[in-house]
């Protein structure tokens, strides 16, 4: 069973980082393509960043592009979310997700999700 659980979301002041954390279990890494997407309240869930499997590709939202880094660490199974210089705008609640085969960052190709994290960001 594919498991992903988020964790280091909080409340930061404009301007701050913050760094998300994703632990996976249930499935061998490599093989799956890692998202992270953002749903604030009111609007769709958008995609922030994604690693296609084997971290071929690597794809940002183009209002976090230069801000945010995604990477993996394939011995903690792990994927990891770098937020700097963080914007009110950013508020919102965090998601991993997990899916072999996805080529694009679109949530609807994503099959595993985790729970979430609120990451709020005063201005």
């Known amino acids: 069973e594919v498991q992903l659980v988020e964790s280091g979301g909080g409340l930061v002041q404009a301007g701050g980082s913050l760094r998300l954390s994703c632990a996976a279990s249930?499935?061998?890494?490599?093989?799956?393509?890692i998202g992270w997407f953002r749903q604030a309240p009111g609007k769709e869930r958008e995609g922030v960043s994604c690693?296609?499997?084997?971290?071929?590709?690597?794809y940002y939202a183009g209002s976090v592009k230069g801000r945010f880094t995604i990477s993996r660490d394939n011995a903690k199974n792990t994927v990891y979310l770098q937020m700097n210089s963080l914007k009110a705008e950013d508020t919102a609640v965090y998601y991993c997700?997990?899916?072999?085969?996805?080529?694009?960052?679109?949530?609807?190709?994503?099959?595993?999700w985790g729970q979430g994290t609120q990451v709020t960001v005063s201005s």
């Open positions: 690693l296609s499997s084997y971290d071929v590709s690597t």
């Open positions: 997700a997990a899916d072999p085969g996805v080529v694009l960052c679109e949530a609807a190709d994503f099959g595993s």
């Open positions: 249930g499935f061998t890494f490599d093989d799956y393509a």
